[in-house]
């Protein structure tokens, strides 16, 4: 049962373009929002993260936007630049029971062509 | 500074071997865990640790064991290695969760015969 379900799976941009990946959650507990960024053969890193007080977090060309009454929140890259091309992960934590339990969604793969 | 460091990176084993994987963090973190990445299932928690002595469960932790005798180092155990279990496995640590990044290591990609 996969708590966080992520789409696309894969997603192709042109440079310049925005591309946008989306999360949608069960857990009403969940109460903390982050996105992880992979490149081949290395490990995720955390790109931006987000709390269900704010719709929305902007860090550089990087924007979530959460809404919290249809559990979904997605990722907006601006601008996109070949050098974003990697696998894009949500995941999301909180409650009593899942706090200390960072789940992730099943990834996107993009690819910026220049 | 090295950060979270995983060994090997890559190991191949036979059905029903018995192999650990090693994890150490220089960061003083309290948290630490195992996450193991296979395509179109993302990352999944297999266990975690939120300091020394203590450790839980995840998502998938059947076949897994793990202890954590220091705060440094974190080892996951296969006790009788199944194919099922071919992936490649991810530790992270953390100075808090639930809100405090976790720092990944570069992984370590696990065949099974």
Redesign the interface.
Known sequence: QQQVKQSPQSLIVQKGGISIINCAYENTAFDYFPWYQQFPGKGPALLIAIRPDVSEKKEGRFTISFNKSAKQFSLHIMDSQPGDSATYFCAASGGIQGAQKLVFGQGTRLTINP | NAG?TQTPKFQVLKTGQSMTLQCAQDMNHE?M?W?RQDP??????IH?S?GAGIT?Q??VPNGYNVSRSTTEDFPLRLLSAAPSQTSVY?C?SSYW???G??F????SRLTVL
Not at chain 2, 104 to 107: A, I, T, V
């Open positions: 979270v948290y865990s996450y179109g299932m993302g990352l999944r928690l975690y939120v839980d995840g998502e991810f992270a969760l639930p809100t990044e976790l990944f290591g570069e992984g």
